[in-house]
């Protein structure tokens, strides 16, 4: 019982240490386009959006990633850290607002362009409201 619960721990603790996976594959895929805005939610915080374009000049689909970002502050110094999964903004058939989509059912075609959006529930204090370094990591492609 011991021997299960320390392996338990061993491999846990292994595989929440590698962080986010970066790929070559991920120079094919240019960003551009960034839009920052920000919402109230229904409990009173604030969420901070971050819509840009991922164009895939590769020749794989994107069919899930992350974002590796870093938030600074006004002296250039890193003071929040996030890896968030990507969402693609899909036009809402109904008309309105647009819809969120996971990229396994709106992949990123090779030589395609699409939107998509970070959701940041909770950034520092500290921060200088300029955009964030960001690198696309944990790519899933097909």
């Known amino acids: 019982m011991v021997a299960a619960v320390a392996a338990i721990l061993y491999f846990g603790r292994q595989k929440a240490s590698t962080g986010p996976q970066a790929n070559e594959y991920a120079q094919q895929l240019k960003l551009s386009d960034i839009k920052l805005s920000a919402a109230e939610n229904y409990v009173g915080g604030t969420v901070t959006y971050l819509d840009f374009n991922i164009t895939n000049d590769g020749d794989k689909a994107l069919v899930g990633a992350d974002v590796?970002?870093?938030?600074?502050?006004?002296?250039?110094?890193?003071?929040?850290?996030?890896?968030?999964?990507?969402?693609?903004?899909?036009?809402?058939?109904?008309?309105?607002?647009?819809?969120?989509?996971?990229?396994?059912?709106?992949?990123?075609?090779?030589?395609?362009?699409?939107?998509?959006r970070l959701t940041v529930e909770h950034i520092s204090a500290d921060w200088d409201q300029s955009y964030p370094q960001m690198e696309l990591v944990n790519l899933k492609l097909r």
């Open 68 to 116: 590796y970002a870093e938030f600074k502050n006004t002296l250039g110094q890193v003071v929040q850290k996030e890896t968030l999964p990507l969402h693609v903004l899909a036009e809402n058939q109904l008309a309105g607002y647009p819809d969120l989509v996971d990229m396994s059912r709106a992949p990123i075609l090779p030589h395609q362009r699409k939107t998509v």
